[in-house]
């Protein structure tokens, strides 16, 4: 019991440790100052006016939403095809084939972005959206496939058998029955790509331009001058941002796990 109650209190003290110092930045993006005091002395909004009164925060809030939501989609639409590649592949390659797709995760960020500022540089992609979807596609890609391939290797197989031998084709097959089964898995991906491309910095340090900036790059050149209250808010939406896809992670995978029993 008492070694129970142990264990517990680390665990508080530990997410405490992580979220506390996190949290509070919200507090700060509601001050009244014109500098960061924690708790404020008094209260107002601001600052949050300010925020989307600036074009360059607002510009780059749009930029960051933009990036975040195609680099998802094509997470999406090539996490699905390489899972369902690795689904067909023997157990020895899907793991060699597993190891590749969780290089992004493994190697340090700030190798994969001198990597690729050479190779966007050298096509002229620097300072481009396009590039910046490219970066965060393969950052995310890890997420995408690791959340569909789980999902179909909860699928049961021998539900296409039995439709190929009603005569249905790959097309019908995967239309009707793989897709609406692992469309939790599907949805669980897009979500963590979507995260993970919103508040990545390193790459987007690299990769952005002075049209082209993600939130994140744009907050790292204000703290650079001056930490004032915006950077506070432009954090707070973030947090925001950020909370709710991990609770619609969590959402999906419970459907997921329901779908599978």
Known sequence: ??????????????????????????????????????????????????FFADPTWFAA????LEVAVLSA?????????????????????????????????????????VGLYSLARSVGLVGSLLGLVIAHTMLAMPYAVLNIGVSLAALDPRLALAAAGLGADRWRIFRTITLPLILPGIAGGAVFAFVTSFDEVVLAIFLSGPQVKTLPVRIWEEIRVEYTPVVAVAATIMIVLAITGAALGRLLGRVRQEARA
């Open 1 to 50: 019991m008492a070694r129970a109650i142990g264990l517990k209190l680390f665990a508080a003290l530990a997410a405490a440790i992580i979220v506390l110092p996190v949290i509070a930045v919200i507090p700060v993006a509601f001050s009244a100052h014109s500098y960061a005091r924690l708790p404020p002395e008094a209260w107002s909004l601001r600052w949050w006016a300010a």
């Open 61 to 64: 809030l749009i930029v960051s």
């Open 73 to 113: 989609v094509a997470c999406i639409v090539l996490g699905t095809s390489a899972a369902l590649g690795m689904n067909r592949l023997p157990p020895v390659a899907r793991k060699l084939l597993a190891g590749v797709f969780l290089g992004p995760i493994i190697a340090p960020a700030i190798v994969l972005a």
